[in-house]
């Protein structure tokens, strides 16, 4: 494999760039990825040539390099690089630097980079703003065994519920996305006033610890990382995602650029099908899938979580619409402003014929 060593001449332009995105990132991060899955439409939406301009497409057979985050986390795209699934095709991840979450639905919106993968009300609050994306294929699902996030206290805080939490301070890794809206729901639902909370974004590799030295009072960690802070002696587990809301909310899917779905549909496809492959994979060979993410991100492999994901990747709308309801509910984004099929497409994806399994 495999995992390319950053590409320092495409992190600096995204650097020098970066500036120029506050706004759109502001606006996904308004105030501001598990699911269920059972019964679902899966009808196609907009074709990718009509997702916002005409089609360049390039000749079959050309190579095409898609330019990825390099960010240590568990995530498809470097387990299929790993496991050899673009092999065969004609196109490769270029591995461009470590981004920070927030940025990269702002930086696949611009086409800083072309592929992401973020939570379903980022996606949606970008393409209200007029970002040019779309959500490719699935991602993760939240099961109960394997949830997309976990809450922690310290086991001294004398926080055991929902109202305890006012006044305190609450660490999560972005807003407007699941940790802030699957949160603020579930609170609201328990009595909770939410605006007497202090909400403090800290990155998930850093949440255990800036909980322990009493930084925040709770911390919402997302896996692999969540795995560690299960094992931490200070520590207690209060909830999980699936405790929540079922998993609805889970959902961390992979978006593209664009322009990049106009201009190469043949490396599209080649993406879907590795990420489908690998996700396949894990849900088969959990524990292997935790061995290869415990070397990738250099945490002992009794610390990582597992991860679950949607079968064959294929997208379902009962996510998307639980987000656009909230997004809309919260007043992030205008009723009608965002439908269902202007934020997916299977377009790309040959398993599509395929039930999915919840």
């Not at 993760?140 to 206290?153: C, N, S």
């Not at 949440?207 to 009493?214: I, K, N, P």
């Not at 692999?224 to 959902?251: C, I, K, N, T």
Request: aromatic share 8%; glycine share 8%.
């Amino acid at each position: 494999m495999a995992l390319q060593n950053t590409n320092l001449s495409s992190l600096a332009a995204l650097t020098s760039r970066r500036r120029a995105l506050g706004s759109l990132a502001s606006l996904v991060a308004v105030g501001a990825g598990g699911l269920a899955l059972a019964a679902c439409s899966r009808t196609e939406s907009t074709s990718a040539s009509a997702a916002g301009g005409p089609a360049v497409v390039g000749k079959t057979g050309d190579k095409v390099a898609f330019k990825y985050p390099n960010n240590p986390s568990f995530d498809l795209i470097y387990l299929a690089d790993e496991l050899g699934y673009f092999e065969g095709t004609n196109t490769r991840p270029e591995y461009v630097g470590k981004i920070a979450a927030p940025q990269i639905i702002p930086l696949v919106g611009t086409g800083e980079i072309d592929f992401g993968s973020r939570m379903v009300p980022l996606v949606i609050s970008a393409i209200a703003s007029g970002a040019d994306l779309k959500v490719v294929a699935a991602g993760g699902k939240t099961l109960e065994e394997a949830p997309h996030m976990k809450y922690f206290v310290r086991k001294d805080s004398g926080i055991r519920t929902p109202k305890d939490l006012e006044g305190k301070t609450i660490g999560f890794n972005s807003f407007g996305a699941c940790a802030e809206f699957v949160t603020k729901k579930y609170l609201r639902e328990k009595g909770v006033d939410v605006n007497k909370i202090n909400f403090l974004v800290i990155p998930d590799e850093q949440a255990e610890q800036t909980l322990v030295t009493g930084n925040t009072d709770l911390a919402i960690i997302h896996a692999p990382f969540s795995g560690r802070a299960d094992h931490a002696e200070q520590l207690v587990r209060l909830w999980s995602d699936y405790d929540l809301d079922g998993g609805l909310g889970g959902m961390a899917p992979y978006s593209a650029h664009g322009k990049f779905i106009r201009e190469h549909p043949e490396a599209v496809r080649d993406v879907v099908v590795a990420l489908a492959k690998a996700g396949n994979w894990v849900n088969a060979n959990p524990e292997e899938a935790r061995r290869l993410v415990s070397k990738r991100i250099n945490m002992a492999i009794e610390n990582v979580d597992r991860y679950a994901y949607v079968e064959d990747l294929v997208v379902t709308e009962p996510p998307i619409q639980y987000y656009i309801d909230i997004l809309q509910s919260e007043g992030k984004i205008p009723e009608g402003k965002v439908a269902i099929k202007d934020v997916y497409t299977n377009e790309f994806n040959p398993f599509v014929a395929k039930p999915a399994k919840a």
